[in-house]
């Protein structure tokens, strides 16, 4: 029998015991000395953009996708240097992996992993200092807002917590180390939002954390079934996703107390952008360089996002495509206000019993995959969807069966997935992938 196995079929209280196992290790390593030296820097502002730039193009010259514009702008440094490389994404990554690791980079490292808008996952090498700068810049956010570490959460977020087939409260597990509520989005409908209302209110949650899709759906129903306004809650953070109008009008409905803020950011570290408590956006240049570059001439302050990470040497990524869009404002000083961030709203698929499963959750199980170029959901009805694949050459037999076991795992049983093999994936006529597409009206 399998862990994953094992867990589901454990009493909740053993289940509580895990996630709180799990959170004691991930809280361990994750806010270590590291991670608080680098949060005091932070909040002091004692890194300079330029600074940090110039130091970091010194230590990935012999990278093989690099080396050759090294060689050939020898006399150049900081961005006069960094202009000479050309912009990539993440299927040029990908393609030339190997080309991307940097081999004279002997700092301690892990593993991570991101999927993304294209649906292609990214496993890469990251090292223990860039995982304390990213999460050191992700809590100066927080702690802006009033956040602290030991604020307990109540977190809607993408990940499988409950086996999908569950169909007794309670909807959530317990991370105590992380001081965590983790609720299940996948549970969450008319007839059990009730549960997740009174868990809520009962432990006093001041803040909610997780994808606004999932936030705003607890708040709709929660107010189409008459529930309450939940006035302790102080917070609702958001990531992965746009926060659309009428979901911020339903977070203060539901939430009338609580501050409502957007955070922006990439596994990759290329780009950081979030709200302070005033609402405006501020770019992280501390921690990475952005450049904003127009989509087209006619409309010139909605451009892409290209980002350079400049704290992991292990894996550099140099002016990389995000994938996504903002809408910007450029002034006279040069300076650029950044109005909104674009391209990350919410498609979903919908399951028999109403709920939903955004986009957001479906990477979840396009995450891990090197092999996986692109990929698209594509659902006929409630209970008929194909998984469209573009493999490369390296995709095999135990890609295919993980692939399996995680649509298994992630969706309920009366829904077919079908998997599909292509050499493409079609794309909007702005060039976009979308990761979902439904024939359902």
């Not at 107390?257 to 005033?278: D, F, K, M």
Request: charge should be neutral.
């Amino acid at each position: 029998m399998s862990l994953e196995s094992l867990y589901d079929h454990s009493p909740v209280w053993f289940q509580n015991l895990m996630c709180s196992i799990k959170g004691f290790f991930i809280c361990k390593e994750r806010y270590c000395d590291g991670f608080w030296n680098e949060l005091n820097a932070y909040e002091q502002r004692k890194y300079i953009q330029s600074e940090s730039l110039a130091s970091f193009l010194k230590t990935i010259k012999e990278t093989p996708a690099y080396k050759h514009i090294f060689l050939k702008n020898k006399d150049l440094s900081g961005l006069d240097l960094l202009y000479k490389f050309p912009i990539i994404n993440k299927i040029d990554v990908k393609s030339h992996f190997n080309d991307y690791i940097n081999p004279e980079c002997t700092e301690e490292m892990t593993m991570t992993s991101t999927s993304g808008t294209t649906g292609g996952g990214l496993v890469f090498p990251y090292t223990k200092q860039m995982s304390n700068k990213q999460w050191a810049v992700w809590w100066r956010y927080r702690r802006a807002l009033g956040i602290t570490i030991d604020t307990w959460c109540g977190w809607f977020g993408g990940k499988r917590i409950i086996d999908p087939n569950t169909r007794k409260s309670p909807f959530w597990r317990i991370n105590k180390p992380g001081k965590q509520v983790m609720f299940s989005s996948l549970h969450l409908t008319h007839d059990t939002v009730q549960y997740y209302h009174h868990e809520i209110d009962e432990r006093g949650l001041e803040w909610l954390h997780g994808y606004p899709s999932h936030i705003a759906k607890f708040a709709a129903m929660a107010i189409d079934n008459g529930l309450p306004p939940l006035n302790n809650v102080r917070f609702v953070t958001t990531g992965a996703e746009n926060v659309l109008g009428n979901q911020i009008s339903m977070f203060k409905k539901m939430f009338p107390n609580a501050l409502i803020r957007q955070h922006y950011g990439l596994a990759e570290g290329v780009a950081n952008i979030s709200q302070n408590r005033e609402g405006e956006w501020i770019v992280d240049d501390d921690f990475s360089f952005i450049e904003f570059i127009p989509i087209s001439k006619e409309n010139p302050n909605v451009c892409r996002i290209i980002g350079t990470n400049f704290n992991n040497p292990a894996f550099p990524l140099l002016r990389y495509d995000t994938g996504d869009t903002a809408t910007i404002e450029r002034h006279d000083d040069g300076s650029i206000k950044v109005i909104s961030i674009d391209g990350r709203s919410a498609n979903v698929l919908k399951g028999p019993d109403g709920f939903e499963i955004n986009e957001a959750r479906l990477s979840i199980v396009l995450h891990d995959f090197n092999n996986i170029v692109e990929a698209q959901f594509i659902q006929h009805s409630l209970t008929d969807i194909d998984l469209l694949i573009v493999k490369n050459h390296l995709y095999n037999e135990k890609d295919e069966l993980l692939l399996k076991s995680n649509i298994k795992e992630n969706f309920d049983k009366r829904i077919k997935v079908t998997i599909k093999y292509v050499d493409s994936v079609e794309r909007t006529a702005a060039g976009k992938l979308r990761l979902v597409i439904t024939e359902i009206k």
